[in-house]
């Protein structure tokens, strides 16, 4: 797996927490803004699990197993949309709130996918 990737996206969704936690102290719902940073850390996300699946295509082995891995790497996918459509659905500074607590998700599911994987 490419650690490099790993360690883009953990700092992406890190940064996306950060954006959007400020966001909720000003009282402010997720914005369209928002939303695009959001969509760009999924399609990094989406990167990372293509990444994933051709090395195992290739033959690699996580030292933790394959079966946790594939799991770790659907739940990374999953967890910032997930967020962004909770966000939406409350239109309020907890929308935000929300949206910032899947970016820190998403960063300590890399941290695990760098375990996983043998880092």
Known sequence: MLDALTAVIAAAGLVLALWCGFAALRDQPTKDWHLIGMAVVALLAVAQLV?????????????????????????????????????????????????????????????????????
């Open 51 to 119: 990444v994933g699946v051709v090395e195992l295509g290739r033959g690699e082995k996580p030292e933790q197993g394959t079966t946790v891995f594939v799991a770790y790497l659907v739940a990374a996918l999953a967890c910032v949309p997930v967020a962004g459509f909770m966000s939406l659905a409350e239109r309020t500074r907890w929308g935000s709130v929300t949206a910032a607590a899947g970016g820190v998700v998403l960063a300590v599911l890399e941290l695990r996918l760098f375990d996983i994987w043998g880092g």
